[in-house]
């Protein structure tokens, strides 16, 4: 029998306000019975895992162990990095090389780094 992937989980200071930021930016939807001020909150995606978001009281103070590489498929990275930007993230760090190559490191509205890579368009037209 095979194990899966029920959630990932990210424990962050407001659940709700983190979960509505990520449900943005996968197009995706909080559950029907999720409000403001609720402890967990869940964010179905339509083609990837649920995302279960909890608050807890510490703080982020390092950076995170395990992170989401995206990949748009209906915009290049560029497109997408700025869509992102105006939801609200934050650019961490540039990896972009003048020849079209690398990734973007943003930071999510409470600090966790994810990373934008090149559509499957872009890599096929140069190759990988």
């Known amino acids: 029998m095979t194990t899966l992937v029920r959630h990932v989980t990210v424990d962050c200071s ?3 306000k983190l ?8 197009e995706g939807s909080l559950a029907d019975d999720d409000s403001p001020g609720d402890p967990e909150v869940l964010v179905s995606t339509p083609a990837g895992p649920t995302l279960l978001f909890i608050t807890v009281p510490e703080a982020k103070t390092v950076k995170n162990r395990v992170h989401f590489d995206l990949q748009p498929q209906e915009r ?20 972009r090389r003048p020849d079209g190559l690398g990734w973007v ?18 890599r096929a037209a140069t190759g990988g």
């Open 14 to 16: 407001d659940a709700y």
């Open 19 to 26: 979960a509505s930021f990520w449900a943005e930016v996968l």
């Open 76 to 95: 290049s990275r560029d497109e997408e990095v700025e869509r992102l930007l105006e939801l609200g993230a934050t650019v961490f760090a540039d990896h």
């Open 105 to 122: 490191t943003l930071a999510d509205i409470e600090g966790n780094e994810f990373c934008v890579e090149r559509s499957a368009a872009e």
